[in-house]
């Protein structure tokens, strides 16, 4: 299935998606529910223009059930030369192709060709680029460092590993008497009212 040109967007990327749900309106020999089979892959994916950009494609999600192999029936690639977006769909399902652009779709049966780009249609479905799987941020992972390392008790910070402060690392506590301002209702009567006085409290 091919997709006529992505538009270059100032915003970057272009939101794809496709979807199946299970609703019995097909049920291809590869389904393994009593309403067929359950697909989403959603894509964001940015326009090539030959090589003006790297063309960027993010997998947001790519999810399947009630398939007996457990292979995915949707995969995305993009023609570079000509930015067309294609998806490769597993024979005998029907799917449901949604894009943040007006995009016009063609099914291609046949080896096809466009600004020296090709697809064609394949045995078994291509694996995705850039799965979910490598794009998630690992929060128990290794921190990238800050650009700015923090000091505190002979101890420095700079996001590489955890750092643990002990009251020994903070010295001996030292505490202050914070000075204390009161002022007369007669005083901020001079001051044009521009501050009000409650008993002894001076409320700004």
């Not at 940015?46 to 997998?59: E, P, V």
């Not at 995009?103 to 979910?132: A, F, G, I, K, R």
């Not at 794009?135 to 420095?156: H, M, R």
């Amino acid at each position: 299935m091919v997709g006529n040109k992505l538009a270059y967007s100032r915003f970057g990327y272009t939101h794809l998606c496709v979807v199946h749900e299970l609703d019995n309106d097909v049920l291809p020999s590869w389904s393994t529910h009593e309403q067929g089979y359950y697909c989403l892959t959603e894509v964001l994916t940015q326009a090539s223009g030959w090589g003006m950009s790297s063309g960027t494609t993010i997998i947001l999600i790519n999810d399947c059930c009630w398939i007996k192999d457990n292979l995915n029936p949707v995969a995305y690639r993009q023609m570079m030369h000509s930015s067309y977006p294609v998806f490769y769909l597993r024979g005998g399902g029907i799917y449901n192709i949604y894009s943040n652009e007006n995009t016009t779709w063609t099914v291609h049966t046949s080896l096809y060709e466009h600004s020296q780009d090709t697809v064609q249609p394949e045995t078994s479905c291509p694996s995705n680029v850039n799965p979910p799987g490598t794009i998630k941020t690992n929060i128990n992972g290794i921190a990238t460092k800050v650009s700015s390392a923090l000091t505190v008790g002979g101890k420095t910070y700079d996001g590489s590993k955890a750092v643990t402060l002990t009251a020994a690392d903070l010295g001996a506590l030292t505490t202050s008497t914070a000075s204390t301002t009161y002022a007369t209702k007669t005083e901020m009567n001079a001051k044009n009212d521009k501050a009000k006085v409650e008993g002894d409290i001076l409320i700004l």
